[in-house]
């Protein structure tokens, strides 16, 4: 049976956590404005839909290769240092994916304006939401993911289990 993990590393997997929550949660306002300046009027052709589509799609495959890429622990190295480079780890690569998910809503802010519709937003702004939230959040799920790669040679870092469910 497990422990709890010490308070230290519940605080900062919370100020993770707070951090996911404030990215993630700027497409949605970003909605809003953009329904306010612009409007509902036209809704995009299938093929701008598709090719705002791929473009998070593609976003979502390069985040799932290489957001997830660390360096490895030695081996025997101390749990507590291991455990706190694999909360670093976390960190700096939530950062990466998100830059990496978010691009297709910026890129769709600008496209929205040269349409003029807010709607070109909206559709790209649910699949990067989407990415985001699979991508970017702290689960368990991302941890395991990151201690495999972090793992890779033999160190142990437990940040799995030191983020629970």
Known sequence: MSTAPPTSVQSRLQAQ????????????VFAVVLV?????????SPVVAGVLFLLNLLAFGVAEMIGYR???IAPGAEPSRALDEGLVAMQQTMILRFAITEAPAILALAWAFVEGTAWVYIVSGFWALMSMVWHVWPSRRIATKLERSLDREGGRSGLASAVGG
């Open 70 to 72: 660390t360096p490895a």
């Open 36 to 44: 306010l300046v612009l409007g509902l009027e036209d809704y995009p």
């Open 17 to 28: 956590r707070v951090l996911a929550f404030a990215v993630i949660s700027a497409l949605p």
